[in-house]
């Protein structure tokens, strides 16, 4: 039941694993609906601590839906499950992609933001494992299909990654030097990246690559910020920033 970057690509439907999704936990907005991101937690968390969280922050316009990851063998902690978007073996963008595994989460996600009306603004974020697949569903929007070729269809309106990593950033370069439309997508698709220099899980370094990554394919409305003494967690100051990102590239109003 691992996933395996050996046969990503094939697109075979006979030998996909299948897993299930743990709970989904919503916080609905408290003031006029403008905006819904999805977010995703770390390897082994759950949606409901992250919720938590986000219910805290002053952002009324937005609803956010946190899913759970399906539990399946990593292969980082030996084959041993727990919670995971996808398989990993090394928690950085050198890591082989579990193609598969990635495409799966991107379309869960993209499956949970559907369903929102027209004239609400869409977005990702997630932490750690959930930033590195909030990044890859970043890659599919403006590629405009998954990994496996199939059509992604959302229209994102921000992306938030903090303290993860960008999957597939090997391939990523000569796939969009394929497409105008790729890179005109790009240029304009909002990106916080937060890393703390303290990091000792997924390392800082890690994070300012992805970054780079993504400003030298066409990024261009992307905002990297690092922390002084933060090591794999969030801090107000941190949040702080997320919120006020928001505020300004969704446009939220107040109340």
Known sequence: MSYSGSNMGSGSRTTRSTFEY????????????????????????????WSQLLETLPLPNIKWICPTAPTRPVAIFGGYSCTA?????????????DLEGLDAS??????LLSTE???????IGGFSMGAATALYS??????????????????LSAVVG??????????????????????????SLPILLCHGLGDDVVAYRHGERSAQT?????????TFRSYNGLGHYTVPEETDEVCNWLMAKLGLEGL
């Open 22 to 49: 743990g709970r989904t936990h919503v916080v609905r907005p408290k003031g006029k609906h403008q905006a819904t991101i999805v977010w995703l937690h770390g390897l082994g968390d759950k949606g409901s601590s």
């Open 85 to 97: 978007w996808f398989d990993v073996g090394d928690l950085s963008e050198d890591a082989p992609d």
């Open 106 to 111: 991107a379309a869960h996600v993209a499956n």
């Open 214 to 222: 993504l400003n030298s394919v066409g990024f261009r409305d992307l």
């Open 117 to 123: 009306p027209a004239d609400i603004k869409l977005g």
């Open 138 to 155: 970043a890659t599919c929007r403006i590629l405009g299909q998954y990994g496996n070729g199939n059509p992604y269809s959302v229209n």
């Open 162 to 187: 903090l303290s993860g990593w960008l999957p597939c950033s090997r391939t990523l370069k000569s796939r969009m030097e394929r497409s105008h439309e790729a890179t005109r997508r790009a240029a």
